[in-house]
């Protein structure tokens, strides 16, 4: 065990300040489930696990035999199998399983993990049914900017402290967890952290948190770090310090994304002004390079929903539609010897990362005329789950809008956008 520390930074104070993380387990082991199974010795207890968004998905090549299965799904169900065979059944044995890897209804995929392994191995049919109905499997929601490892100001920080800490890491003092569950009392008397005074909320319900913060947070990074990047900028503060391009994540934030979220208008704008001002910190160095990456299915989950509902509407989402014609011409690149994707901004080079279909894809349709390209990409139900060129006008709007980007530069078509041209 070792203890790490983390790097707050307080916006309104201008101070930074210092958390002592303790208990940092240094080494993965493996522990025997027939061990571990004693730990819970009470009615009720938690696991807690973030095994990336990847981590929550079925292996039919598992094995209840692999010691340990192979996958976290594996893991998990052979641990509660173990643990319901240590108590016979007792159905005031199961315990709370907490997510946090970040994809949608995240406890809900877990357990259908859970029940399809007990299923294939052949587990007994009581198991089963424990395993369903008395465990409880909670959806969770994390919000948190935390850009990782400050490698610049290590050695600066450590002479602070007065010690080595290779685990340190630089997050925001803004934080929140939201649980949903069917028993939000339950989950909050067994796992109290709001006595502690964190940021939890326990809820049977975290959609509209979900809405929230996926499409005003989520959505603000996406819908404007790629024509930021285009513009010159490198970083989230670059892009709040510059005129053209904080109009445009004002817009984005205030105009567009923020009239479909299904939540009272002040509770929304009152979220919407904290992310303008996490995006203000100005000790949070959050890279848009690094923001970019898979920008396409991030547009799919955090964008698009706004731009079909304004449709619904009878309206149009100008900016959003925007924000889609500077993806691609973020994405305008070609593919070198080895394999991977590259773009020009100005006589510097960057790297395209994204699953292999999108790349392949632009890098075969980025020179095509502007509204066959949009076209194009709007077409591919495999990126969007639908041909949004049904949307009308959609496809000829966002070709415009890579037209007036070719021929102007990115920052001149912003500036043409938001009426400072």
Request: aromatic fraction near 12%; hydrophobic fraction near 45%.
């Given at each position: ?142 919000d948190r900017i935390v850009t990782g490892y400050p490698k610049d ?130 000790f949070i160095k959050h890279m848009l390079l690094s923001i970019s990456l898979n920008s396409v299915s ?124």
């Amino acid at each position: 065990m070792k203890s790490s520390t983390v790097k707050l930074f307080d916006l309104n104070t201008s101070i930074k300040f210092f958390e002592i993380i303790g208990d940092i387990i240094t080494n993965t082991i493996y522990i025997p489930i027939t061990v571990l199974i004693y730990f819970f010795v009470f009615p009720f207890g938690s696991i807690i696990s973030n095994t990336t968004e990847a981590g929550i998905a079925y292996d039919a090549a598992d094995e209840l035999t692999f010691e340990p299965p192979r996958s976290y799904p594996g893991k998990l169900t052979k641990f509660l199998y173990e643990r319901y065979l240590a108590f016979n059944g007792d159905p005031q044995k199961g315990l709370i399983i907490l997510p946090v890897e970040l994809i949608e209804r995240n406890g809900q995929k877990l357990r259908e993990c859970c029940e399809q392994l007990a299923e294939r191995w052949d587990l007994p049919g009581g198991f089963k049914t424990w395993l369903s109905e008395r465990n409880v499997f909670c959806q969770t929601l994390v919000d948190r900017i935390v850009t990782g490892y400050p490698k610049d100001e290590a050695a600066k920080i450590e002479a602070e402290l007065g010690y080595e800490d290779k685990l340190l890491v630089t997050g925001e003092p803004f934080a929140l967890w939201v649980i949903e569950s069917d028993k939000p009392e339950l989950v909050k008397r067994e796992f109290p952290l709001d006595k502690a005074e964190l940021p939890v909320v326990f809820t049977d319900d975290l959609r509209p948190y979900r809405e929230r913060k996926v499409r005003l947070l989520n959505g603000a990074h996406t819908s404007t770090v790629l024509a930021a990047y285009l513009s010159g900028l490198n970083t989230v503060g670059e892009l709040m310090a510059d005129e053209t391009l904080r109009a445009m994540v004002e817009r984005n934030v205030y105009k567009e994304l923020a009239q479909c979220v299904p939540l009272p208008e002040s509770e929304v704008k009152a979220f919407a002004d904290s992310v303008m001002e996490r995006f203000e910190n100005p000790f949070i160095k959050h890279m848009l390079l690094s923001i970019s990456l898979n920008s396409v299915s991030k547009f799919k989950a955090r964008v698009l929903p706004t731009i079909k509902e304004t449709f619904a509407k009878g309206e149009r989402a100008d900016s959003l539609m925007f924000s889609l014609a500077a993806l691609m011409a973020f994405y305008s690149g070609d593919f070198r010897k080895d394999g991977r994707l590259f773009a020009q901004r100005g006589d510097e080079a960057y790297e395209i990362m994204d699953d292999a279909p999108v790349l392949e894809f632009f890098a075969e349709n980025h020179s095509l005329p502007a509204n066959e390209f949009a076209l194009a990409l709007l077409r591919r139900e495999d990126f969007w789950g639908e041909d949004l060129s049904a949307l009308r006008g959609f496809a000829d709007q966002t070709g415009a809008y890579l037209q007036s980007i070719r021929e102007l530069g990115m920052r001149i078509a912003v500036q043409k956008l938001m009426g400072l041209a």
